[in-house]
Every structure is written in structure tokens, then in C-alpha cells.
């Protein structure tokens, strides 16, 4: 008996054939990797946009065949929604349990990363829903987002296959009273070849520009073969460390430090607690002196913090003060802080943490932080606001500080009457992880960008463990490559007892295996120095990471050198040409 269209005897053939075409179209897909999709969203819409990748691996993504595909999660009850214009959507109703919601079962491969989205909605007023994938024993929080009636809003997240096997995604909430509408839902899957290949992509592209220079004589006449020398002087890219005050005594400290990083934090030493142990008795001198250091090495500075919302992180003395009081020492607080470091830092954390705390507003009413950004921008203008929060990255399963709820609060803060400088609102995001969900940095990211604000990550550690260097090392790879990260700060200051969570090295500043992921990346994301000759025409053209470079050009002929500085940063205009005359 034969198979309709293919005989008997070829069936081998046709089989080897099949297996050989799927082999190349997997091998095709390393090399040329599916582009990344950095879209999302932060505004509510009346309608949901399309499918990322059209569904990916779901079935039935947009529900345009109704149900079909999907099933019920927890017993629920799930129907077919129809909007006005049409549109169809799955919607889990009469719901007992959180975790009642629509759902659909899918097989994830080992190793693979893969990008979530779904367009959601509720029945009224807003909830925090949050994406669930199911394994084998396992609950992966997947990303969330706040939810509304009348309008949909997008879950972007992700997840990394813990290994192969059944799974199922679903939605559930943090209350029972709404229904949960679904619809346009993506799971697409990334191999680790495919997710490196969208690194070199993004960061050729953000971090990197093309840079054309000519050789010319005095007469302005072109120089063919001049030779070209390019040597990187500093990096464009910002990255630091927090520093502590062990630093101004110790030389190792400081050789350690200042010949790796441009830009810094002070951990401790300018916070309130700090300068104002006694109330009404201030001392900047401790930060003056670390603000004095990093001037003269040309590291710039991030102001940390103002306000801290933590209830515990207050000076002792400022949890007894009466309303009207503690009004006076947040006005002394914010001006005297700001006013002595106003135009030598680069940023300010205004209020740090209020998604989580919120003592200030407690003592203030909803809008203090607001009040107090308002304050900020007039005292000192030129440097970002920022809001610095953890969680945003580190745990997609936290509600409190999900991209949409950190985003909300920023809008929140750039309304108030008295903010009229919102243009200078920057995002401050903390990332102490632990086991970081790659895919799902990346997505909060892509959600955080929409805010069209510089995104800093301003806290980095790992938590200890036998994979604390392999953790940090993916974690930085994926916010350097991101284009709408301006600045990366590691929390790795060091006291005599070691750091806070996570040092980069021994108490005798001999790098740990976190350092040398730390000096590894350094040297990869900047341009080494090279020496070339100039076409016929007196040109060549280099592509270089953003930074500034000494550019040495010798005539062939005459005897003459030029030495030229040059910048290259994101403002570059890669149609520029460089002349030099020599």
C-alpha cells in the first residue's frame, strides 16, 4: 500500500528529505535571527494592536475562531467576547479564585527564551493582572501590568524555559470582583544564538556609529595614504560603581576605581540620615570630600537621595516631629542638600522607593512626592529627576512596582500644577536580582521606554551564589544593549567588612569573578586602538563605540603629523566627514 503521492519506495527519501529542510530552516534561523520586537505600549487603547509575531507558537492569538485553542484555568467559566467594531476576545467570567482565567496549553523547549504579550482588560474598574506560565511543578511569573474597563493595556514579559515539556499559560488577578478580557496574546520563542544575534544588532546601533574621516593637505587637497592612528581615550558609555567613603583613605581603593568606571554614586554618605545625624546639626563633610575626588578624576556623580519613603530609612529624630514640623525639616532637607550640590551632579533621586513606601505621603496626602520633584527642579534645573525604584526588573510577580505602576506614578508626579520641567524626569531603575529573568528585563524595558525617558540602571547586584558572575554578566549584557538605557551603576561600594550583597573584589582590590565580568565587558565595549592608511582618496571609515578618541594622522610625504581629538556619542550624524589637515 502506498501513501497518496509519495511510493513506497521513496518514503525514506521523502522522510530524510523533510528532516534535511527542517534541519536548514533551524540553521537559517541562527544566522539570520527573527528581529526583536521592542514595541509596547504605556497608554490604554480602545482597541488592542495585532499579535507580536503573530501569536508565535499560540494558536488562535487574535481569537478571530472564537475559542478555539483555548480552555478555562482553575474551573472557571470562559466565554467569547464581541467589541462594537467587531472585534473578538476570550473572557473569563464569574470568578472564585485569582487564578480563574483563560488559558491555553503550550510545549516549551529547554533553553529558549521567550517574549510575552497580551492586550487586557476588565470588566470595571482596574486590577493588577499578572501572566502565569505552569510547568512541570512550577509557577513562572511571567510580567503584569494594571489593568482597565473601557480600554486595553499590554503585558509585555517573558520567561526562560526551565526545561522541555508541557506548560500552560494563564492570567490571574489580584481580586475576584472583575472579569479578565484577553485578547492578541503572543509566546514567541528566541534561541540563545538568535538572542545574542539582537545584541550585536542593538548595541551596533545605539552604541555605535560610523565615522568617516578624510586627510587633507593645507591646500585642501586630498592625502592618499596617510597614515591614520585611532586610540580611545574614554568611554561614551556611562558605567560605575557606587563608591563609599573607604575610598578617601585608601590608594588601592582608588587606583582600583578610577581606572575603571566614569561615573559613581555615593552609597550612603549623602543621604539625610547621613548629613543631618542630630537634627539642625549638618555635615557635608564627608560627601564634599568624595564629591571633590570624583571631580578631579572626571567621574560625574548621581545624587543619592533626598527622600527616602521608607518609614525605617528616616533620621531618628524625624519620625517624632509633628506635621508642621516635619514640613520645616523636609524644606530645610531639600534645599540645603540641593542647593550645596546643585550643577555638580548629573541626577537626583528625589524620593527613592515610593511605589513600595510611602512615608511621606502618609504624613503629606498622595501628591508629596509630587511636591517634592516640583521643589527639586527648581533648585537645580539642569540635572535629571528620577525616580528609583527596585522590583521593576528584578520580579515580574511584584504588583507594587511593575512597569505600569511605575509609569503611572511617574505621570502622576510630571502632572502636578507645579512641575513645569517634566522634559528633565529620568527612570531610576535599582536591579538587585537574584535569578534574573533575562526575557523579562527586556520587556520591562521596552514598556519603560515608552515614557520617553532616559532609563538608568542604578543599583546593579546579584545576590551570592555558585552563578553570581554568570548572572551579572547576562544581566549586563541585555541593559547595555537595550537603546533606551543611558547609564549603568553597579552597587558594589567597599568597606572593610565587604559590600552590601555583592563586591567586584577581595579586600585588597584583587578582582573576584564579578570583577572580571566587570573588566571583561569594559574592554569589549570599547573601541582598541588601531592604525591604518588612508584610501586614494584620503579617507577611512571606522566604526566606533561611542566615546572620545585622540586621532593621530601622519603625512606619507611631508613631515608632518596632526593630533585631533574627536567625540562620538548618539547625537553623532553618521553623514558627518572629518577633515584633517596635515
Known amino acids: 500500500m502506498e501513501e497518496r503521492g509519495v511510493p513506497a519506495m521513496g518514503r525514506a527519501q521523502a522522510l530524510f528529505l523533510s528532516l534535511l529542510w527542517v534541519a536548514m530552516l533551524s540553521v537559517a534561523r541562527v544566522v539570520q535571527s527573527l528581529p526583536y520586537d521592542y514595541s509596547s505600549s504605556s ?27 483555548w480552555s478555562s484555568f482553575g474551573y472557571g467559566a470562559v466565554e467569547e467576547g464581541l467589541s462594537a467594531s467587531g472585534n473578538s476576545y476570550g473572557v473569563a467570567r464569574n470568578r472564585t479564585r485569582p487564578y480563574q482565567s483563560v488559558s491555553q496549553k503550550v510545549y516549551l523547549q529547554n533553553d529558549t527564551h521567550y517574549t510575552l504579550s497580551a492586550w487586557l482588560q476588565v470588566s470595571n474598574g482596574s486590577a493588577d493582572i499578572r501572566a502565569v506560565v505552569k510547568t512541570n511543578g512550577d509557577f513562572i511569573h511571567a510580567g503584569g501590568v494594571e489593568a482597565r474597563s473601557g480600554c486595553w493595556s499590554i503585558l509585555k514579559g517573558g520567561l526562560t524555559a526551565p526545561a522541555s515539556g508541557a506548560a500552560e499559560l494563564y492570567f490571574e488577578s489580584n481580586t475576584t470582583t472583575v472579569d479578565i478580557w484577553v485578547d492578541n496574546v503572543s509566546l514567541q520563542p528566541f534561541s540563545r544564538e538568535e538572542w545574542a544575534a539582537h545584541h550585536h544588532a542593538a548595541i551596533k546601533s545605539a552604541r555605535k556609529k560610523t565615522v ?22 574614554r568611554n561614551g558609555f556611562p558605567l560605575g560603581s557606587a563608591m563609599s567613603a573607604e575610598i578617601l583613605q585608601s590608594p588601592a581603593y582608588q587606583r582600583w576605581f578610577t581606572s575603571r568606571f566614569t561615573v559613581t554614586t555615593f552609597e550612603n554618605e549623602m543621604k539625610w540620615y547621613s548629613t543631618e545625624q542630630v ?15 570624583a571631580k578631579s578624576h572626571g567621574i560625574a556623580v548621581r545624587g543619592h537621595n533626598v527622600f527616602w519613603d521608607q518609614p525605617s530609612q528616616q533620621p531618628s529624630w524625624v519620625q517624632s ?14 534645599k540645603s542638600v540641593m542647593s550645596r550640590y546643585a550643577g555638580q551632579v548629573i541626577a537626583w533621586d528625589v524620593v527613592n522607593e515610593n511605589l513600595h513606601f510611602n512615608f511621606f505621603e502618609g504624613k503629606f496626602g498622595w501628591d508629596a512626592s509630587a511636591e517634592f520633584y516640583g521643589k527639586a527642579h527648581q533648585l537645580d534645573a539642569q540635572a535629571l529627576m528620577s525616580m528609583n525604584e527596585y522590583n521593576t526588573l528584578e520580579w515580574p510577580g511584584d504588583p507594587m512596582a511593575g512597569p505600569s505602576k511605575y509609569l503611572g506614578k511617574m505621570s502622576q508626579i510630571k502632572k502636578f500644577p507645579s512641575n513645569t520641567n517634566d522634559a528633565r524626569m529620568a527612570i531610576g531603575l535599582e536591579g538587585h536580582f537574584s535569578v534574573p529573568s533575562i526575557p523579562y528585563i527586556r520587556a520591562a524595558l521596552d514598556t519603560m521606554s515608552e ?22 554578566e547576562q544581566i549586563l549584557r541585555e541593559v547595555y544593549a537595550h537603546p533606551a538605557v543611558h547609564g549603568i551603576i553597579l552597587w558594589t561600594a567597599r568597606h572593610p567588612q565587604g559590600c552590601y550583597v555583592m563586591c567586584l573584589t577581595d579586600s585588597n582590590f584583587r578582582n573576584l569573578p564579578t570583577g572580571d565580568v566587570v573588566d571583561k565587558l569594559i574592554a569589549e565595549w570599547k573601541t582598541h586602538s588601531h592604525a591604518v592608511v588612508a584610501d586614494a582618496n584620503g579617507y577611512y571609515e571606522a566604526e566606533l563605540f561611542h566615546g572620545d578618541y585622540k586621532v593621530t594622522v601622519s603625512h606619507p610625504v611631508a613631515n608632518s603629523t596632526v593630533v585631533q581629538s574627536l567625540s562620538v556619542d548618539r547625537e553623532t550624524d553618521p553623514d558627518s566627514e572629518y577633515t584633517i589637515h596635515v
Request: glycine share 8%; proline share 9%; hydrophobic share 35%.
Open 43 to 69: 497608554e490604554c487603547l480602545p482597541e488592542p494592536l495585532e499579535p507580536q509575531y503573530g501569536g508565535g507558537i499560540l494558536r488562535n492569538a487574535n481569537f478571530s475562531a472564537g475559542l478555539q485553542g
Open 212 to 233: 568617516r574621516l578624510r586627510a587633507r593637505d593645507s591646500s585642501g587637497k586630498p592625502v592618499p595614504g596617510a597614515q591614520v592612528r585611532i586610540e580611545h581615550v
Open 279 to 293: 537634627q539642625g546639626r549638618e555635615d557635608y563633610s564627608v560627601p564634599d570630600a568624595m564629591l571633590r575626588f
Open 321 to 334: 516631629l509633628s506635621y508642621q514640623q516635619l514640613q520645616q525639616a523636609t524644606a530645610r532637607r531639600i
Open 451 to 472: 515614557a520617553n525617558a532616559p532609563i538608568w540602571l542604578t543599583e546593579i547586584d546579584v545576590a551570592p551564589g555558585p552563578n553570581q558572575a554568570q548572572y551579572l
